[in-house]
């Protein structure tokens, strides 16, 4: 038989389970689409803490990370059939071009597609 006092002492038991697993600091998931923001310069990479000239913000979360710890985590993406890997300078340039508006993004051709990349595993955050 199950008291009235165990069910308490499970429920004390799994409510510090689940809190621990929402306060992980994933601030992305895995398959996850995010969008580069823009950029920030002289600024500390949110994932690894290290310093950097030019940092990428994505949509939903504040702090900026090194678009080498995003070409990591990042997805490859498909073009004429092949796959490529997500190159750091490339997301770099991307978030500078974003970072400057909308008469740049046109200049570079580009749409809300190109801001977009698919995370292979989850990004957290320090
Ligand atoms: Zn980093």
């Known amino acids: 038989m199950i008291s009235s006092i ?6 004390d038991i799994l409510y510090p389970l689940k809190r621990s697993k929402q306060m992980t600091n994933a601030v ?3 398959n996850e689409v995010v969008t580069i923001r823009g ?3 002289e ?4 994932h690894c803490g290290r310093p950097l000239k030019v940092g990428v913000l994505l949509e939903t979360f504040a702090g900026p990370f090194g678009a ?7 997805a490859p993406y498909i073009y004429n059939g092949r796959q490529y890997a997500q190159k750091a300078d490339s997301l770099k340039e991307r978030a500078i071009i974003k970072g400057k508006g909308q008469a740049c993004i046109d200049r570079h051709g580009m749409t809300d597609r190109n801001f ?3 995370l292979k595993t989850e990004l957290r955050s320090i």
């Open 28 to 30: 992305f998931q895995a």
């Open 116 to 118: 977009r990349f698919t």
């Open 39 to 41: 950029y920030q310069q």
């Open 6 to 11: 165990d069910r308490n002492e499970i429920g």
């Open 68 to 74: 080498q710890c995003l070409a990591k985590a990042a």
């Open 43 to 46: 600024c500390e990479c949110s």
